[in-house]
């Protein structure tokens, strides 16, 4: 279906290519997976695929790319729209009509198929990825897990033979991104579609993969079985990293299996436990809100919210989509709609509320970047970005630069922000909002885009952001993100807080919640592959 002859790509006569001497044969009716470290060329793979390069990217591209029997070069996208069906990374951003039969005809109409025709397949579609009950509903006012069913649905009625999905479930819920992953697999086995899928959360989607493309950033890319190849790359999903370190051959893809394997593992660990926090005097409290509201025409976002930040302490905020974390984040900073209750942030300028204050002020008090970190990034390179920020803040030359490169040592100034990997975006704009100094920080979902390398050292940074005295909050949908880094829980839907406490006790007492690591060894109550290490190396140990 899909087949790649010794493709090269450039961009630049001087740049390493993102793909080199690639030859690779995708079969009709599989589900390709395609991993690798952020900026390593996964894009480029799927962007050749439905001809967008070279055709609109620029660059040139050596070799061929065939879609069932047409050549990209001589094919550009539009001609390959009854074939290919493309959904990225932010379903919202694509959409081009109001409702959800709107949008589900639009890509038939521009193929002008006859009303009967696309009457047809609109039912056909509805039922298939079980959202006849959304038919009239304004795409605008769907979860995050609707608008990703709609927006392949939306494909899918031109009836195209492969399906390009970039991160279908990055900005998901875990409840959400199952039943998307449930619709696009049921796409593979009850009709035959090829479907090439990019994921940087591999423990979502590698028990479903029939094949694996890793892509190690030097151009090549490794093809095979997932448990093959993963059992020899350094990217892997925590199942993985908990196989190598059990010695599990062949390594095991599903929760399912690694049960199945896990039972003298738990019987070495039965006798230990992770360790508990040490204990501490209760922290100071950076940050109390009290009976936040926030409405919207049509629902309540956040209702009546008591919420308290200590100084040194990191929170993850949890919840399905829609539950109301964003909106309860930008109430507390100040900036977002907040039509009742009051922020009190305890600093060196007394007690005080972000949202009295101007903008600029009201940075040095709480600092947040939001899901598009570049949402805050406007000029025309790094350098500029890092000097109007020591500028608004009024802080010392040099003062945001510093602290980029904490983060990200090396970053060119003249790089233009758009141009920079989405870690790299990150902590630029995550350096801007630290310049101001806040005592508090608030990140939205900032690990979209990022691989578990790149986590790492995400964890790594806020915690010693948190050690250095901020209070942290990162609203995430990234479970075992969280089972890593946070020292609290906090659960909403319906905009109400309905869990509070330390990770392991929300974690662990919830299905939806609970990180792999947890379910396979449950119920033991391990939450991380490193707890499971640091117990294993305790027990070898000489007494």
């Known amino acids: 279906m899909i087949i790649f002859d010794r493709v090269t790509v450039r961009y630049t006569e001087d740049g390493p290519p993102p793909l080199r001497d690639v030859t690779l044969t995708v079969e009709e009716g599989e589900l390709c997976l395609v991993a690798g470290r952020t900026g390593a060329g996964k894009s480029t793979l799927l962007r050749a695929i439905n001809g967008l390069v070279p055709h609109f990217t620029g660059g040139t591209l050596h070799g061929s790319v065939t879609v069932d029997g047409r050549d990209t070069r001589r094919h550009p996208p539009r001609d390959l729209a009854d ?15 109001d409702t959800v039969e709107e949008e589900l005809a639009y890509g038939m109409e521009q193929l002008s198929l006859p009303p009967a025709v696309m009457r047809k397949r609109v039912e056909e579609t509805l039922d298939l990825l079980g959202i006849a009950d959304l038919r009239d509903r304004p795409l ?3 979860s995050g897990g609707q ?17 390009v999905l970039d991160e279908p479930t990055s900005a998901l819920d875990p409840t959400a991104a199952e039943d998307v992953l449930a619709a696009v697999t049921r796409l593979v086995h009850d009709l035959g579609v090829t479907v090439v899928l990019a994921e940087h959360r591999l423990e979502r989607v590698m028990q479903y993969a029939d094949r694996l493309l890793y892509l190690p950033g030097d151009g090549r890319v490794v093809n095979g079985p997932p448990a093959m190849v993963l059992a020899g790359v350094e990217l892997a999903p925590p199942l993985v990293e908990l196989g190598r370190l ?10 399912r299996d690694a049960r199945r394997r896990a039972a003298q593992l738990r019987g070495r660990l039965a006798d230990g436990a ?3 926090p040490t204990p501490a005097p209760e922290p100071a409290t950076a940050l109390s809100a009290r009976k936040i509201v926030v409405r919207y025409p ?7 919210v008591d919420l308290d930040l ?12 829609g539950s109301g974390k964003s909106s309860l984040l930008w109430a507390v900073q100040g900036s977002g709609p907040r039509q009742g209750g009051a922020v009190t942030v305890t600093g060196s300028a007394g007690d005080v509320d972000p949202k009295s204050l101007p903008a600029h002020q009201a940075r040095r008090q709480v600092g947040l970047v939001p899901q598009t970190p570049g949402d805050l990034l406007y000029l025309e390179t790094v350098d500029g970005e890092c000097h109007q920020a020591d500028q608004e803040t009024e802080a010392a030359a040099g003062t945001c630069r510093a602290l980029l490169d904490q983060l990200t040592p090396g970053l060119p100034g003249d790089r233009h922000p758009r141009d920079l990997s989405e870690g790299q975006r990150l902590a630029l704009a995550l350096a801007v909002q630290l310049t101001a100094a806040p005592p508090v920080v608030l990140l939205d979902e900032p690990t979209r885009g990022l691989d578990y390398l790149a986590k790492r050292q995400f964890v790594s940074l806020v915690r010693g952001l948190a050690a250095a005295g901020r209070s942290m909050v990162v609203a995430t949908h990234d479970v075992e993100l969280v089972a890593a880094l946070a020292d609290r829980v906090i659960v909403m839907a319906d905009g109400e807080i309905v869990a509070d406490g330390s990770t392991a006790e929300v974690m662990l007492a ?21 707890q499971v290490a640091a117990a294993l190396v305790v027990e070898r140990e000489p007494a």
């Open 298 to 304: 049509g629902t309540v976002a956040v209702a009546g």
């Open 510 to 530: 919830s299905p939806a919640f609970a990180p792999q690591v947890a379910k396979v060894l449950a119920p033991a109550p391990w939450l991380t592959v490193d």
């Open 83 to 97: 074939v290919v069906g493309v959904v990225g990374q932010d379903p919202l951003s694509g959409f081009v009509t």
């Open 310 to 321: 200590q100084v040194g302490r990191v929170v993850a905020l949890m919840g399905r989509n």
């Open 274 to 276: 992770p360790p508990a």
């Open 140 to 142: 605008r006012t769907l």
């Open 246 to 255: 059990a010695g599990w051959d062949p390594l095991p893809l599903s929760v």
């Open 147 to 163: 608008q990703q069913r709609v927006a392949i649905g939306a494909v899918l009625t031109s009836h195209p033979r492969v399906l």
